[in-house]
Each structure stands twice: as structure tokens, then as C-alpha cells.
């Protein structure tokens, strides 16, 4: 891939990876709640799983859903579920000064996050149909639409990371806390229903 074929990618991806999305909206609801360093493990775990999945997908993967469209019905729901089942225990820590607060996602939770959002898979696929044909279709191609994909989305959820903790930081008192425990429990529910709607986004 040479300079010019990357600046066109990177512009490619811009809309997709900066504008608000369930990925943008999950690691900026715990860069508030928890601090930027706690959204590392989660971000590690959601780029790795990244990279693969891309990689994957760009070597051919993508046919499996095309051939059955219930897998990614599947994967949707479960992701749904997932998501859901995570904002009810922001829901439950902001509605109560006993409840147990949350703890941070870890890097499991990351890259579920990106493994049950089959529109991840869309854009991806997206991508490789207009970035990778039969001239260009080898391994180290591949590979560097992979990383680059890969970065480009790290630094748009870093950014997402920063700002939530920012954000977070004037609001450390008790009663603040559980009110952004209840915000962001509701952010995650439409982050679930995100993953329902057919939207696509980061």
C-alpha cells in the first residue's frame, strides 16, 4: 500500500470511525465512569479482536455470512443481550447509594464487544470491497488495510476515552456518581439497541 492508497483510506474510514457509534459510545460512558486508564484493558481486548476479525474477513471470512444471514442474526442478538445485560449494572448502582458499583470492563469485554456487532463485519466488508481487488488481493496488502483499519480505529475510541474521562472528572462526588451511573446505564442501552437497528458505526 503506498501513501496516496492510505490517505484514501484513512479518509474512507473517517465518518465511520469518529462519528458516534457503539464502540465511540461504550469507551466514552467508561473513560467517564472509570478514567482513561481503565478503558485500556477494554481497548486492548476490542483491537486485537479487531485486527483478526479484519484480517480474517479480508482473506475470505465474510463468506460465511453471506452464505447464511442467520449467523449474523445470531451474533447481533447476542451482542444485544450482552451490552443490555452490562448497562443494568450502571442502571442498578445509580438508582441506590448500597448497590454495588460496576467494575471497569476488562479486556474480555472489549473484544466481545467487537465480536457480537456483526455491523463491525459490514464496514469491514465495505472496506475490502473498495480498497482490496484482484491486483492487490495478497497477504501484505491485506495485512496493511488490517493495521491501518486497526489504528485508525483506536485512536477515534482513544479520543471517545479522553473526553468521557474529562467529562467524568468534574463530576466525582457521590451523588454525581450515581447519576452518571444511571446516564450511562441508558447509553449502553441504546448501544444494545444499536446493535438491533441495523445502524452502522464504529
Known amino acids: 500500500m503506498d501513501i496516496s492508497q492510505a490517505i484514501a483510506l484513512a479518509a474512507f474510514l473517517f ?80 438508582l441506590t447509594a448500597d448497590t454495588p458499583e460496576p467494575r471497569p470492563a476488562g479486556v474480555g469485554t472489549g473484544a466481545v464487544l467487537l465480536l457480537f456487532n456483526p455491523k463491525a463485519f459490514v464496514i469491514i466488508g465495505l472496506m475490502f470491497s473498495q480498497f ?15 493495521t491501518l483499519f486497526t489504528l485508525n480505529n483506536f485512536l477515534a475510541f482513544s479520543l471517545y476515552s479522553i473526553a468521557g474521562a474529562r467529562l467524568g472528572a468534574l463530576l466525582r462526588v457521590p451523588k454525581a456518581t450515581r447519576q452518571m451511573n444511571t446516564v450511562f446505564g441508558v447509553m449502553l442501552i441504546g448501544v444494545g439497541l444499536w446493535f438491533l437497528t441495523g445502524r452502522i458505526g464504529g
Open 132 to 146: 482490496l481487488d484482484g491486483t492487490q488481493g495478497d497477504a501484505k496488502h491485506v495485512l496493511a488495510i488490517t
Open 15 to 94: 465518518p465511520l470511525a469518529y462519528s458516534p457509534g457503539p464502540g465511540n459510545l461504550f469507551f466514552a460512558a467508561t473513560g467517564a465512569r472509570f478514567g482513561f486508564q481503565r478503558t485500556l484493558a477494554p481497548s486492548a481486548g476490542y483491537h486485537i479482536a479487531t485486527w483478526f476479525v479484519t484480517a480474517a474477513i479480508g482473506f475470505g471470512f465474510a463468506g460465511l455470512l453471506a452464505k447464511d444471514a442467520r449467523l449474523g442474526t445470531a451474533i447481533q442478538l447476542a451482542g444485544a443481550v450482552y451490552i443490555l445485560w452490562l448497562a443494568v449494572g450502571f442502571l442498578r448502582s445509580g
